[in-house]
Structures are given as C-alpha cells and as structure tokens.
C-alpha cells in the first residue's frame, strides 16, 4: 500500500510517498480502507513537533509514528476474530486516536474504543472525513461552555475549519453569532449562517463596545486581553487554539476577571461522533472544504493547511 512516511520532525518537505506491507487485523480489530483523509492543523503541529512537548509522545528525536493522520473515511474490508461491531463492506468514518496511521491507504483499527460511526449513504467520503476535527472541537468547547438558545456568541477566525463549524452548530444550537473572518471568505461565512460579519482587517471588534456571552477564538490570532475585553460579566471565553502562554494567561484571567476561561484538548468521543453522524445526516451540517489533494501531493496538502490561509478543511483523497 501507499502511505505518506514522516521519518523526521520539519516542513511539509519531511514527508515522502512510501510503498508499505499492508497490514492485517488482529483478533479485535478491522482493517479499513481510507478513501479520504483530512489533513488538520493538529496533524501539521504533529509533523513539526510543536509544541515540543509533542516529542514525548511522538519520539524524542524522530517519530516513532511514521504514517502520521487521525480524521478519516473509509470501508471495512476485513474484520478480525470476535469483532462483531461492523462486518466488511461497512462504510464508516472516525478517528484513529493515538495509533494515527490515516494518511495510507489502508489501516488497521481496534473495532472497540475508539471513535468510529457508520458513514451517511449519500455523504462524500471527503464531508466525512473533514467532520471529526473542525466539528468535535468546536461542538466541545460549545457544550464545556454551555452554549444556550438566544446567547450571543462571538466566534473569531470563523472561515478556518473550527471556526466554520462552531458558526454551523452554534447556529443549530440557536445562538445568535456574529462572525470574525478576512474580506475573502465572507459570503463564505454568511452561508453558513452567521448573523453578523465582521472584517478583522477593517475593523476591531473589541473596540466597538459589544459584549457576548461567550467568545470562542479559534485560530490563537488575537490575544486573550483583547478576548475577555468582549465577553460579558459571568460570560465565558474559549480558547480553542491556546498555546502554553496563552492557556497561562487565560487560567489568571479566569482566576481574577469574574469571567470563565476554557482552553485545552478536545479528546475524540464515541458520543460526540455520534451527535455529528445524526447532523450530518439530517443535513445542519456541512463541511467547508478548501481543497482535496491526492495522497501524492501530501506536501501541498500540508504547506496550505500551515499557511493558516486555508477556507475549512484541506483532505487527502485516495486513488
């Protein structure tokens, strides 16, 4: 099989196309055939070891994990002894969790444990795999936040793949969003519903005296004092992309303002998948898709999701 190789920490360039054995289900686990996968800022941080605390995990020198990817889409083609969960031929997407693997051709999972759902019959395999990342983060700092109908809500950085989909759920959720993206993706923003838009090359939303019940910043653009400048007293601000400064900074703001502060990991949830398969299904949420690459041009697929200019979500499409 073909898999995208990472056998050192660095740019887009580390990465080369490599002919690997195929792998085989162990009792308990299924192996998968990835018709597409998403490549994710998560997945770019991984690559280059950023933070560096990513070593501990991934290799203190070089990844010991070298078929990198998490969010994927795929069919079963074998199942192991005592799997009974899904049968060959089921259509599925998900996340690999720490095994990562997804950017290959084929990958062996364990068929319990782990985030995996049934994938909606006439959703593109490219939609499914875009849903895991942006959606799960956005749809979990939405409920650590308690998101309510009627709220006003904020979301900055609201083009990229978090931002998209927390305008798209906080939407569903019945919030009233306004929405801060470049000139460039704002038609984009206001189809996916966005009440108001505003231009942060033009205009300083904190400056103009409005405050939110909660503002979720999602691309660690802006910084946490101007943030929590938004948010209403008892409002919330979330975090979503911190750094280790930023995510210090936001547990003193939390600690002196008399505002809640959220940072951290969204973890992958069987529930949260769940939640996302029935949306995608009743068709509340669709995936913004920048561009889709062949597995071959991985490098391009990674220079455009670290330039940061990206619209949604970049995916990996296998031939």
Known sequence: MKAAVCTQYGPPEVLHIQTLERPVPKPGEILIKIHAAAVNSGDCRLRRADPAAVRLFLGLFRPRKKVLGDAFSGEVMEVGAQVT?????????????????????????????????????????????????????????????????GQKVLVYGASGSVGSAAVQLAKHLGAEV??????????????????????????????????YDIVFETVNKTS??????????????????????????GAWAGLTSGKKVISGVALDTQSRLDKLQTLLQNGAIQPVIDKVFPLEEIVE????????????NVVLKMR
């Open 224 to 249: 946490v004092k101007t943030c929590l400048s938004a948010v209403k007293p008892g409002g919330t601000l979330i975090l979503g992309s911190a750094m280790l400064t930023e995510t210090l900074q």
């Open 178 to 211: 306004t929405a801060v993206c470049s000139a460039a993706n704002i038609e984009l923003v206001q189809s996916l519903g966005a009440d108001r838009i505003i231009d942060y090359a033009t205009t300083d939303f904190a400056a103009q005296g409005a405050v």
């Open 85 to 149: 969960r899904f049968r060959p031929g089921d259509q599925i997407f998900g996340t690999t969790g720490l095994r990562l693997g997804a950017f290959a051709e084929y990958v062996c999972l364990p068929a319990e444990g782990i985030s995996l759902v049934l994938k909606p019959a006439d959703t593109p395999h490219e939609w499914t795999a875009a849903t895991p990342f942006g959606y799960n983060t956005a749809l979990h700092f939405w409920e650590k936040a308690g998101l309510k109908a």
């Open 301 to 312: 697929a990674h220079r455009l999701t670290d330039s940061g200019r990206k619209r949604g």
